[in-house]
Nanobody
Framework: QVQLVESGGGLVQAGDPLRLSCSVSGLSFSSLAVGWFRQAPGKEREFVAT???????AYAVPVRGRFTISRDNAKNTVYLQMNNLKPEDAGVYYC?????????????????WGQGTQVTVSS
């Protein structure tokens, strides 16, 4: 059974850091690409960051220089380190797995999704 479980969300103040984790089971983790997407209330889900099976990364423009995506293949986990959080970063953060390993800025290539974790940033 494939499972992606996000954790690490919470309520923080603007300027604070937060680290999200995405734990993956039921798949060959080292051959996956993983992406992070987020959805704010009343808005469509949007791309945040992705990491390929070869550790190539890509970031959405609003988070470049503040967010870092990384992976630990020994722990089957991908992390999203978020620094200098802003109120506009708030939303539900989802991780997703691409079994072809390339990753993408689009949702289409991702085959499995987690349930999401809430991030709230107070100003």
């Amino acid at each position: 059974q494939v499972q992606l479980v996000e954790s690490g969300g919470g309520l923080v103040q603007a300027g604070d850091p937060l680290r999200l984790s995405c734990s993956v089971s039921g798949l060959s983790f080292s051959s996956l690409a993983v992406g992070w997407f987020r959805q704010a209330p009343g808005k469509e889900r949007e791309f945040v960051a992705t990491i390929s099976m070869r550790n190539n990364t890509a970031y959405a423009v609003p988070v470049r220089g503040r967010f870092t995506i990384s992976r630990d293949n020994a722990k089957n986990t991908v992390y999203l380190q978020m620094n200098n959080l802003k109120p506009e970063d708030a939303g539900v953060y989802y991780c997703a797995a691409d079994i072809l390993g390339g990753g993408s800025v689009y949702e289409g290539p991702f085959d499995y999704w987690g349930q999401g974790t809430q991030v709230t940033v107070s100003s």
